[in-house]
């Protein structure tokens, strides 16, 4: 049974009751194969138009998916979610996942060197300079922004000790496909759910990266979003508290020319595990990861709940952070209004 303090760590967008079919995870599996055989010989112009307009056709077909990736994009836009400029946005955001979907099938017929020359900028050399100037680990934080496959092959390259968190639950198999291509590059996965492991990189002084937007759950850190309150995993925070690690957010943006620009802010430390830091270190992160979609919305492809979908639910998160910025992190939610229920947490959409 897993430990009630180390609750927090967990991937906040899985459940585990949501495992698919074993014949659907085949069916995942052979047409996963399938596509990225015939990716590689095929050319880029032709297959990110075809696959873009299946993505589109995904989302116009299904409602109840539609009704929260328009939500998420209205937010980060400032707009109603039914604001005709929302949806040619989210309509944008499915064509251009489709640029990552070829990426993430291609690239792994592709040498190590030739991966790593796709990326420009200042991000990599400044988070190495970072991670040696701290001298400890390094948690690497980023969003669902642009595609970060090549940056992790291009860290490693250099000879870095790269270790990137990765979901296994939802379909093995094509966890397994993915993490022996990493693994070819120089890329070590972990399983999300091994917090054991995660601890063990860190204590030898290695870098971790980790995505932070996997999708709104009650019991992350409260944090402010693009002026509204969610919640972002503990994990970062907590294991930067805990093992002494300097945390950084990188930032990845996808070019025209196909390559991928990476920028890292300045790298931080968490004093201690004190409610108070930790919701501070968080809403850092937040900060980062808003600065980051606002400049590149149409290559966000994190296509979940991402702000709780009651008012209700979003003062509470408000009354928690004041609560852990005051020290005072016992209490859930807070206490009810006369003549009121009190404002208790609620599943998202899915």
Not at 323 to 339: F, K, N, Q, S, T
Request: charged share 25%.
């Amino acid at each position: 049974m897993t430990d009630t303090k180390d609750k927090k760590l967990e991937a906040p967008h899985r459940r585990l009751e949501s495992t698919p079919p074993r014949i659907v995870e085949k069916a995942a599996v052979i047409a996963y194969r399938s596509m990225a055989a015939a990716l590689v010989h095929l050319p880029t112009r032709l297959t990110v138009p075809v696959i873009g307009s299946f993505n589109q056709i995904s989302y116009l077909a299904w409602p109840k998916k539609r009704h929260f990736v328009d939500a998420n994009f209205g937010r980060v836009m400032g707009l109603p979610p039914d604001n005709p400029r929302v949806r040619r946005m989210a309509l944008r955001a499915y064509r251009e996942y489709a640029h990552y979907m070829v990426e993430i099938m291609r690239l792994p017929a592709q040498p190590v060197e030739a991966v790593s020359s796709l990326t420009t900028g200042t991000g990599v050399d400044r988070i190495i300079e970072a991670w040696q100037a701290h001298g400890k680990s390094m948690i690497v934080c980023a969003g669902h922004v642009g595609n970060n496959e090549a940056v992790a092959a291009g860290v490693a390259w250099r000879g870095l000790p790269a270790n990137v968190v990765a979901d296994d639950s939802a379909f093995p198999e094509i966890f397994e496909i993915l993490r022996r291509n990493r693994e070819d590059w120089g890329v070590h996965v972990v399983p999300w759910r091994n917090l054991r492991e995660l601890f063990s990189i860190l204590r030898k002084n290695q870098l971790l990266a980790l995505l932070v937007d996997w999708g709104y759950r009650e019991d992350g850190i409260p944090v402010r979003l693009f002026g509204a309150w969610t919640t972002l995993p503990a994990g970062p925070a907590v294991l930067a508290a805990k093992t002494g690690s300097a945390i950084v957010f990188m930032e990845v943006r996808r070019t025209p020319d196909g390559l991928f620009e990476v920028n890292a802010d300045d790298a931080f430390t968490v004093p201690s595990s004190n409610p108070a830091d930790l919701q501070r270190a968080t809403q850092h992160i937040a900060d980062a990861l808003e600065r980051t979609i606002a400049r590149a919305p149409a290559q966000w492809y994190s296509f979940k709940p991402i702000w709780p979908s009651t008012d209700e639910e979003a003062a509470a998160l408000e009354w928690r952070a004041n609560e852990m910025l005051a020290g005072r992190p016992g209490v859930a939610a807070p206490p009810a209004r006369p003549a009121e229920s009190p404002a208790g947490p609620g599943e998202p959409s899915a």
